[in-house]
């Protein structure tokens, strides 16, 4: 494998943190009783921002970083940062968002950011010919990675994404549906969240 820093960052510092920063938003849910305050519709919104960052991480993890994944990345940034604010706008009226939560939100954010900044700074003609800059045409097409990541880490990272993202988000929906009787805003909470 290339000992370039930036791919090592990446690796071992940004995906790590990420998932840490995620598993760490879900605890400061189960402890403002999410299931009981926002309910059901924001874990819906937690597995929407999962996924947004999951489309691009899982490109970065397997195809080749071209001008499409690039741009795929940096839109999928932008829809994150809609996502967050319609999640945020909906929770702040229905539960206490603690300074730690808070603190949390502010590494969901930036790791995926980041992420565009180093992949972009690794693929720099391929980044500015997606602008038309550069001396090198932008390239759309999809295809693998011709020297793909260690099978290992793929699996070690789309796992742990699995243990430490989707299975707990997975599990506050289902305690969301459960507490409400199948509803997705309690019914404490629908007059707030209207």
């Known amino acids: ?46 597995l929407l921002l999962f996924a947004e960052v999951a489309g691009p991480f899982l490109a970065v993890l397997l195809l080749e970083v071209n001008a499409l994944v690039i741009a795929f990345m940096i839109v999928m940034f932008f829809v994150h940062e809609a996502t967050t604010l319609w999640d945020l706008s909906y929770a702040v009226r229905l539960r206490k968002i603690t300074p730690i939560e808070q603190h949390v939100h502010s590494y969901l954010e930036l790791m995926p950011l980041t992420a565009v900044l180093m992949i972009s700074a690794r693929h720099w003609p391929q980044f500015l ?18 020297n793909p990541l260690p099978l290992a880490y793929i699996i070690g990272a789309i796992v742990a994404a699995l243990l430490f993202a989707v299975l707990p988000y ?21 007059s707030s969240a209207q």
């Open 170 to 190: 997975m599990e506050e929906l289902l305690r969301g549906l459960r507490s409400n009787h199948g509803r997705f805003v309690p019914l404490a909470a629908r």
């Open 129 to 146: 010919a997606l602008f038309g800059l550069g001396d090198e045409a932008p390239r759309f097409d999809i295809a693998f990675k011709a």
């Open 1 to 46: 494998m290339e000992q370039d820093p930036t791919l090592l960052l990446l690796m071992y510092f940004v995906v790590p943190v990420w998932l840490m920063a995620g598993f760490a938003d879900w605890l400061c849910h189960r402890a403002t009783n999410i299931e009981t305050t926002a309910g059901a519709k924001e874990s819906i919104i937690h």
